[in-house]
């Protein structure tokens, strides 16, 4: 598998549940990030985990973080409509000497339907 | 707050010309990056700079590629000689620093179509 991949590929939930979208990666990273892109549009950043920790809350998200088996979790709780839209874990491995490159995954697609 | 900006939001190009995507980083950051996404894929990264250089690039960002930093608040990205294979929406991004909780926040895109 590649490095950065989330399953399911898409996934489709009523307005009110909880929608989990996992990423798995192969190499060892410093932090791994989350973002949101509505349809063509751009990337919005929702919460990054840094390597030494295991689980992070933001709002109605919670993300994990399992470094010994290199997989993550974004859990949105209580979903909302507006909350339709791809999402993408993204991992960042090290330093290049000038900024660090992101890695993303496949992205999920979410729909929340009302 | 503080945000990515990106012109075109659109770009339409024949084959061969060369096109120039503008950005303008948050202003306080001093690292910067350009990613794209043909449609339907991944993103993928394409370069960073960090202090007028060039700090990474990958496979993709060959000699038709360039970028600069012409002033104290453009980040440009330019492609020579377009290919049909470069129309994808290009990115913008930048970070504060390189640390391992810095973020990096991107801008809306500029989509390119080669034809």
């Known amino acids: 598998s590649q490095q950065g991949e989330e399953d399911p590929q898409a996934l489709s939930i009523q307005e009110g549940e909880n929608a989990t979208m996992n990423c798995s990666y192969k190499t060892s990273i410093n932090n791994l990030q989350w973002y949101r892109q509505n349809s063509g549009r751009g990337l919005v950043h929702l919460i990054l985990?840094?390597?030494?920790?295991r689980e992070k809350h933001s709002g109605r998200l919670r993300v994990t973080l399992d470094t010994s088996k290199k997989s993550s979790s974004l859990l949105i709780t209580a979903s909302r409509a507006a909350d339709t839209a791809s999402y993408f874990c993204?991992?960042?491995?090290?330093?290049?000497?000038?900024?660090?490159?992101?890695?993303f995954g496949t992205g999920t697609q979410l729909k929340v339907e009302l | 707050e503080p945000e990515v900006t990106q012109t075109p939001s659109h770009q339409v190009t024949q084959m061969g010309q060369e096109v120039i995507l503008r950005c303008v980083p948050i202003s306080n950051h001093l690292y910067f990056y350009w990613y794209r996404q043909i449609l339907g894929q991944k993103v993928e990264f394409l370069v960073s700079?960090?202090?007028?250089?060039?700090?990474?690039k990958s496979e993709i960002f060959d000699d038709q590629f360039s970028v600069e930093r012409p002033d104290g608040s453009n980040f440009t990205l330019k492609i020579r000689s377009t290919k049909l294979e470069d129309s994808a929406m290009y990115f913008c991004?930048?970070?504060?620093?390189?640390?391992?909780?810095?973020?990096?926040?991107f801008g809306p895109g500029t989509r390119l179509l080669v034809l």
């Open positions: 993204a991992t960042e491995g090290g330093y290049t000497g000038g900024g660090n490159k992101l890695t």
């Open positions: 985990i840094r390597s030494n920790e």
């Open positions: 700079f960090y202090n007028n250089e060039i700090s990474e």
């Open positions: 991004a930048s970070s504060e620093g390189r640390g391992p909780q810095e973020t990096q926040y």
